[in-house]
């Protein structure tokens, strides 16, 4: 046993051994290694590909994608290759997916990213509204789509002889008029989603939600109101994280029929 262990440290002691088999083994290493890049560049990838026409804005579904294997060499660039990636997706307003291409990042995008995408989200029989905002009145910005958010109504008597609520013009009337509002948009004041890209800085200009046409005939009465400085404010509630949001309704009813009192609504 010790003639053997002998015969090994000389073995490895040897110069010219140790060059030898660091040799092999750095050849070894560069073989494994090449064919491992070999192997990585010529095995085909299993990728998403559209299997019709996909017009411009359109949702994509799973039905409309199919898989096929392509040579990574294909890949380079912005090549989605993942399903989950693509499906319930859009594509693009500004492009058409032909039928057999590969989809790819800057073609396929989030519904939020849609110009149009507040056309696609609300109940029949609601009417769009467009309520004023800026950094300031969303919280710095926290705000959200699919968010809900409570709508207040704050007006003061400018001129001191309107009526009022109470016998006291010269008071702020301040309270809670709709509740329970989902927002289906936050646009800046060239109407771009304000979070469709976080790597630019977009200031609020606009909250969209939508109401039924007599919560809108409502809200734009108290927007419009001339004698008293009135001023709708959105509050953020946590209703969306609630597995049944509550319904979307009238807060106050003195608060209505006041507005009622004050304003007239031509019908058309």
């Known amino acids: 046993m010790g003639n053997l262990t002998l015969g090994i440290k000389k073995f490895f002691t040897n110069k010219n051994t140790v060059t030898v088999v660091g040799v092999v083994l750095a050849i070894v290493i560069l073989y494994v290694a ?13 990728v998403p590909y559209a299997k019709q026409l996909i017009p411009a804005g359109t949702q994509i579904t799973a039905d409309m994608v199919g898989t096929r294997a392509v040579p990574p060499s294909m890949l380079e660039g912005d090549v989605l290759t993942n399903q989950s990636n693509v499906i319930d997706k859009y594509s693009a307003a500004d492009t058409v ?20 995408n507040i056309i696609l989200d609300y109940p029949k029989g609601y009417v769009l509204y467009n309520m004023s905002v800026n950094t300031e009145i969303t919280y710095g910005n926290s705000i959200y789509p699919g968010n809900y ?23 702020i009337m301040l309270g809670k008029l709709v509740a329970n509002v989902k927002v ?6 060239s109407g771009q989603p304000v979070f469709s890209n976080l790597d630019e800085q977009r200031t609020p200009a606009m909250v969209v939600f939508a109401v039924p046409e007599e919560y809108y005939i409502l809200l734009k009465k108290a927007e419009f109101l001339r004698t008293y400085d009135s001023t709708l404010i959105p509050v953020p509630t946590n209703e969306s994280l609630k597995d049944e949001p509550g319904d979307l309704e009238i807060s106050s009813e003195q608060l209505k029929e006041w507005i009622n009192k004050v304003t007239i609504w031509t019908e058309t």
Do not use: C, H, W
């Open 97 to 116: 997916i032909p039928a057999g291409s590969l989809f790819f990042t800057r073609n396929v995008v989030e519904q939020e990213q849609l110009p149009a």
């Open 34 to 46: 090449y064919n491992m890049r070999v192997r990585s560049a010529v095995n085909p990838v299993n």
């Open 149 to 171: 958010i409570d709508i207040y109504l704050k007006a003061v008597n400018k001129v001191g002889e309107a009526e009022t609520m109470t016998a006291d013009d010269d008071k």
């Open 184 to 189: 289906l948009a936050v646009k800046d004041s």
